[in-house]
């Protein structure tokens, strides 16, 4: 069973930094692309960074571009994102999700994690 | 960027009845799309992906179709479990988008 498991959420001040965590099981980790989607309070959802099985390649939203880093330890299973500069609005739910029935970073999201909540607030 | 525009906002429905949600792109996106749906406090769940194909464990009232700009989600007779927020997202190009979702409610 695939499980997609995230962690580093919480409140950090407009300008602050944060890193979230999502942990996978139940498939090969490193056969995948992965990425990560935020939702605003009461709001749809935004597509944010994707990156490649190998970690080798990684795309992101403009609003994202320059202040967050995805990553990833194939060794360790797991998805990272480096958030840096932290505005008002990044605050969201963020989801990690996988990315299926297809092997390139924009294929669809087969599997999502429950998310973590990220508050930029002073 | 690829706009996605979403119609209706919200669709009220009764169980039983079909629905038809829109999606209509400000580009081509070819068959790159997708189909997920949001219940509250929950994680999306993929539905449809590449307009057509429905994902694992989805059960067949839910179809889609459509290519290029033009889509639709199809649920053949709405469930009580239907009821949610859909939303539709293109990956014919970088960054990829998503529309702004037809909440389905019940009448």
């Known amino acids: 069973e695939v499980q997609l498991l995230e962690s580093g959420g919480g409140l950090v001040q407009p300008g602050g930094s944060l890193r979230l965590s999502c942990a996978a099981s139940?498939?090969?980790?490193?056969?995948?692309?992965m990425s990560w989607v935020r939702q605003a309070p009461g709001k749809g959802l935004e597509w944010v960074s994707d990156?490649?099985?190998?970690?080798?390649?990684?795309h992101y939203a403009d609003s994202v571009k320059g202040r967050f880093t995805i990553s990833r330890d194939n060794s360790k299973n797991t998805l990272y994102v480096q958030m840096e500069s932290l505005r008002a609005e990044d605050t969201a739910v963020y989801f990690c999700a996988k990315v299926g029935y297809c092997y390139t970073p924009s294929c669809p999201r087969d599997y999502w994690g429950q998310g973590t909540l990220v508050t930029v607030s002073s | 960027e690829i706009v996605l525009t979403q119609s209706p906002a919200t669709l009220s429905l009764s169980p039983g009845e079909r629905a038809t949600l829109s999606c209509r792109a400000s580009q081509s996106v070819s068959s790159f799309l997708a189909w997920y749906q949001q219940k509250p406090g929950q994680a999306p769940r993929l539905l449809i992906y590449?307009?057509?194909n429905r994902a694992t464990g989805i059960p067949a009232r839910f179809s889609g179709s459509g290519s290029g700009t033009d889509f639709i989600l199809t649920i053949s007779s709405v469930e009580p479990e239907d009821f949610a927020v859909y939303y539709c997202q293109q990956r014919s190009a970088w960054p990829l988008t998503f529309g702004g979702g037809t909440k389905v409610e019940i009448k």
């Open positions: 590449d307009a057509s």
């Open positions: 139940g498939f090969t980790f490193s056969s995948y692309a």
């Open positions: 990156i490649s099985g190998s970690g080798v390649s990684t």
